[in-house]
Nanobody, 122 residues
């Protein structure tokens, strides 16, 4: 089992920044990919970034956040971060951290955090 706890959400004005954190505990070595997802009311959950631990920390970003968000990891702290810059009102959502295993060309997401709310006002 892997337990994930997100933090760092809040309410900000458009153009500002936030940094989300996700601390993993438990059998963390079982997961070789970590991701950030978000879900806004009335919309499906959207994967916005992934970091692949087994390939030197390579990352993937959704087009909606590319160039504005940066995902990173601190293996010593079992923590992944999502630095969010130039926030827009459409970034408003509940943000979730997930841990998974590499499967083919993607990840099977096995564990989820409880989420942290990000609200961006215009």
């Amino acid at each position: 089992q892997v337990h994930l706890v997100e933090s760092g959400g809040g309410s900000v004005q458009a153009g500002r920044s936030l940094r989300l954190s996700c601390v993993a505990s438990g059998y963390v070595d079982s997961s070789d990919c970590m991701g950030w997802f978000r879900q806004a009311p009335g919309f499906n959950r959207e994967r916005i970034s992934t970091i692949y631990s087994g390939v030197g920390g390579s990352t993937w970003y959704a087009d909606s956040v590319k160039g504005r968000f940066t995902m990173s990891q601190d293996n010593d702290k079992n923590t992944v971060y999502l630095q969010m810059n130039s926030l827009k009102p459409e970034d408003t959502a509940m943000y979730y951290c997930a841990a998974g295993e590499r499967r083919g060309g993607g990840c099977q997401w096995n564990y989820w955090g409880q989420g942290t709310q990000v609200t961006v006002s215009s």
